[in-house]
């Protein structure tokens, strides 16, 4: 028995989460109910409140099995769910938090969360392996050791665990020379099916360390979903990781819904990751410009601010660094010769700065996400270096050519 709306018709359900419970007291199943519907209500809001899920249909109906003993009231609940993982496992969590029903003391505890369209697929590889079986004895049975050898031709390789964080990847992750980063499990079993067997998935936002390891070995193409999640995947790969090459799924598809044709189209339409770098974060820092300007701006105690074309927009002292940038838009890089601190850093980032290039950094500060920082004294050494190199190869050369005209006189 359980609850549901009238006139709703309910979304397939993609999990089925199972509850235990104990009350102690004699209740029914609509207190119960009552209990999991009230003490849900209003913790997050309409988004996350369960009658209004009902509602929609992407809750279905609410079953309770329960028997009393002992003046205590144990069972079982069953909420079938059609949300995603992230929502659904938030659903969890709020059913188990329900400490009371009626008057009497409660505990729920979660047993279990099945993945309904995974049994469903189960069913069906069972009952097609039993078909196929029947149709090879009934249809074929001279054939059989070629159909065998044909089956195993095309059974998919199993999903393996690799480095110390249990990334699931295909099994030749660790031999290939080029390896294809997705973002989670379903897309590396998707892959599989395809014959691409040297998939790994990052299994959320934070790039793991096996991952830039591997992107420092071997060529590495992202292949993510073409929402704004895969954007956001992205952005942070290209920022943690070498990659080589990005590959998207189609506007709107995830990766691990594209069929064989799908995958093979959008990893042969590939670019360079320094194309994608460029369209999202904008041009590196020319070297020459940043060489001039560590030359040029060498105890001045002034900063130039340069926009998205690296042309100079603004000229100013390093005490109105701050409010020049409050004032203007569109800074995309900051050279000063100044120490960066964090309100510089804060500003910087509001505004959307891209890269930061200054005398020092100071300690213990939090550089925001998305910008570089580059150290001006670095530079002007590197110059030094290169300068005196340049000198020595000058020297070599005059010395050579004020050689020549002896060793020709002394051939004479």
Request: hydrophobic residues 40%; contains cysteine.
């Amino acid at each position: 028995m359980g609850l549901t709306h009238a006139h709703v018709k309910e979304l397939p359900p993609k999990y089925k989460v199972k509850f235990r419970f104990e009350v102690e007291g004699v209740v029914e199943r609509h207190d119960i109910i009552g209990a999991i519907f009230g003490q849900s209500e209003g913790l997050f809001g309409p988004d996350l409140d369960l009658s209004e899920l009902a509602k929609t249909g992407r809750i279905g109906r609410i079953d309770v099995s329960l028997k009393h003993e002992n003046g205590k009231t144990v069972g079982t609940i069953v909420v079938p769910s059609a949300l995603d993982r992230v929502t659904t496992a938030v659903i969890a969590a709020m059913v188990e938090a329900v400490d009371r029903v009626g008057p009497y003391r409660a505990h729920v505890e979660l047993e279990d969360i099945a993945d309904v369209r995974e049994e469903r697929r189960s069913w069906v590889i069972r009952r097609a392996k039993e078909i196929l079986r029947r149709w090879t004895l009934a249809k074929m049975p001279t054939t059989t050791e070629v159909m065998r050898e044909v089956a195993e031709a095309l059974t998919p390789a199993r999903v393996i665990r690799f480095g110390p964080e249990g990334l699931p990847a295909g099994p030749d992750v660790g031999k290939s020379k080029e390896i294809i980063i997705v973002e989670g499990r379903a897309d590396v079993v998707n892959l599989l099916k395809c014959g691409i067997t040297n998939a790994i998935a990052m299994e959320g936002i934070k790039v793991p360390e096996t991952i830039v390891r591997l992107c420092e070995q071997k060529e590495a193409t992202a292949f993510l979903d073409g929402d704004h999640m895969g954007e956001v995947l992205l952005k942070e790969l290209l920022s943690t990781a070498r990659i080589k090459y990005v590959a998207r799924a189609p506007k709107g598809r995830e990766v691990e819904e594209l069929t064989p044709k799908e995958v093979l189209e959008a990893l042969a339409k590939r670019v360079p990751a320094e194309e994608v770098r460029r369209e999202l974060f904008g041009p590196e820092l020319d070297p020459s410009l940043l060489a001039r300007l560590a030359r040029e701006l060498h105890e001045t105690f002034e900063a130039v601010m340069l926009d998205a074309e690296l042309n100079e927009v603004a000229r100013v002292p390093v005490h109105d660094v701050y409010q020049k940038l409050k004032e203007l838009d569109g800074i995309y890089a900051i050279v000063f010769d100044g120490i960066i601190t964090q309100r510089i850093l804060d500003i910087a980032r509001e505004k959307g700065i891209r890269f930061i290039a200054g005398e020092r950094l100071v300690k213990g500060v939090k550089v925001p996400k998305g910008i570089k920082i580059i150290r001006l004294p670095e530079i002007r050494a590197k110059l030094g270096v290169e300068e005196e190199e340049e000198k020595e190869t000058e020297a070599a050369e005059e010395t050579e050519a004020q050689a020549e005209p002896n060793s020709t006189e002394e051939g004479h």
